[in-house]
């Protein structure tokens, strides 16, 4: 179990990109957004980044603590110094120490807004109800909903707005919920705050005008239930047939046009990351590789994220912001997907590995970032060409993502 392919290839599955990239034999697919080269190509290091930064991090233990990142320290400085010029203001060094970015008080505002582009939901949800005057109750919800091993990310976010309520919701799941009008206003503020960058935004806006009918009680008369109805339409997945039937006035809402306009703070990217990304390790035998002749064994790491095709723009600016190229996106067979892989050595260990050690991943995919690390200096160290170092490769590997137990 865990790996798949042929006898000569050990393929560590990808944490959810397996069934969509086929990477052993044919490591390429086609490529379909190629590079675009723009001012959109913009250094993540900006001037709010230029600073030590205190980021909560959750312990293998489960419980949380706060690190402090220098990045004097951090190799990404050097890599990045090009750049330098571009700033709209130089921060001294010494200034870069003191300056504290969040505090323990909770997750930064921007990893909240990331998390919930990967895994946030703005739900209007109407159905009959007997006791109702006009006979449809209507609730307006934000939540999120993911496994149940991460509920302590659920529990931040609930610190974090000081709103709403985390259950478990399965055995495999966990979901925090705000539906109460009141604090249902404190997240609005903070997504009109920290806007959402991925396509949820449409349905956000939506949703936001829904809760203002909701909010002034429109939703209990006729014309404003119609409203509410109407901008349903196109939020999320649309109305069910019920609803289609019981309001045969409601004119669909257009969805609002979505552009993606790029990501403005890294720590959108460690929250959106945290919820859509996955790092993981492939193992190939290059003995029975056509294009290798060299008989290695082949340790490649890859950093990718897996999103619906209506969100392929984000995926180019994740990798615009990480200053990787040429970016390779697959669409996935179904077309209804599309995937961004980093899987170059030296971009991996020069941009996305100091990313992430600087604006860390949370929950227990920081435990993969983790392993990926040590798999990254075992490769860097050319351990993965002797038989005790692939073995350790093998045993940290076997470990990684799905394989992962009691954590
Ligand atoms: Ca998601």
């Given at each position: 179990m865990g790996y798949r392919g042929s006898k000569s290839s050990l393929l560590v599955e990808l944490n959810n990109l397996s069934h969509i990239v086929p990477y052993v034999h044919s490591p390429f697919g086609r490529v379909l957004v190629p590079y675009v080269p723009s001012?959109?190509?913009?250094?993540?290091?900006s001037k709010v980044s230029l600073t030590s930064i205190a980021v909560k991090e959750q312990r293998v233990d489960g419980s949380w603590g706060v690190k402090t990142y220098h990045l004097s320290s951090n190799p990404l400085r050097c890599t990045l110094?090009?750049?330098?010029?571009?700033?709209p203001i130089k921060i001294p060094t010494n200034q870069l120490k003191t300056m504290q970015f969040s505090t323990s008080s909770g997750l930064n505002p921007w990893f909240i807004t990331g998390f919930s582009d990967a895994e946030g939901s703005f739900i209007i949800s109407i159905y009959k109800s007997d006791t109702s005057k006009l006979k449809w109750r209507v609730t307006a919800y934000f939540s999120i909903h993911i496994h149940?091993?991460?509920i302590a990310i659920l529990e931040s976010v609930k610190n974090s707005f000081g709103v709403g309520n985390v259950r478990k919701n399965s055995n495999t799941t966990a979901l925090f919920r705000v539906d109460n009008v009141k604090e249902l206003q404190i997240i609005i503020d903070h997504f009109d705050k920290y806007p959402l960058i991925g396509a949820k935004l449409s349905d956000y806006i939506l949703f936001k005008q829904c809760f203002e009918l909701i909010k002034v009680k429109q939703h209990l008369t006729k014309k404003g239930l119609e409203k509410i109805v109407s901008l349903k339409y196109?939020?999320?997945?649309?109305?069910t047939e019920e609803l289609v039937k019981a309001f045969p006035s409601a004119q669909p809402v257009d969805r609002p046009d979505y552009t993606?306009?790029?990501?403005?703070?890294?720590f959108w990217l460690a929250g959106f990351a945290s919820g859509d990304s996955s790092f993981y390790v492939s193992i190939e035998n290059?003995?029975?590789?056509?294009?290798?002749?060299?008989n290695k064994t082949r340790v490649r790491l890859g950093f990718g994220t897996n999103l619906h095709i209506r969100d392929k723009q984000l995926l180019v600016a994740i990798a615009n912001y990480l200053t990787i190229w040429p970016i390779h996106i697959y669409e996935g067979k179904s077309q209804q997907s599309a995937v961004l892989q980093i899987r170059s050595y030296s971009q991996i260990v020069s941009k996305v590995i100091p990313f992430f050690n600087e604006y860390p991943i949370i929950g227990v995919k920081s435990l993969d970032f983790a392993d990926f690390k040590k798999v990254a200096e075992l490769v860097k160290d050319k351990e993965h060409l002797t038989k005790s170092g692939l073995k350790k490769i093998l045993n940290i590997v076997e470990g990684m993502n799905l394989r992962r137990e009691n954590s």
């Open positions: 001012k959109a190509l913009v250094p993540y290091v110094m090009g750049f330098e010029r571009n700033y149940i091993k991460d196109n939020i999320n997945k649309g109305l993606c306009n790029g990501i403005k703070n890294p290059a003995k029975n590789s056509k294009q290798d002749k060299t």
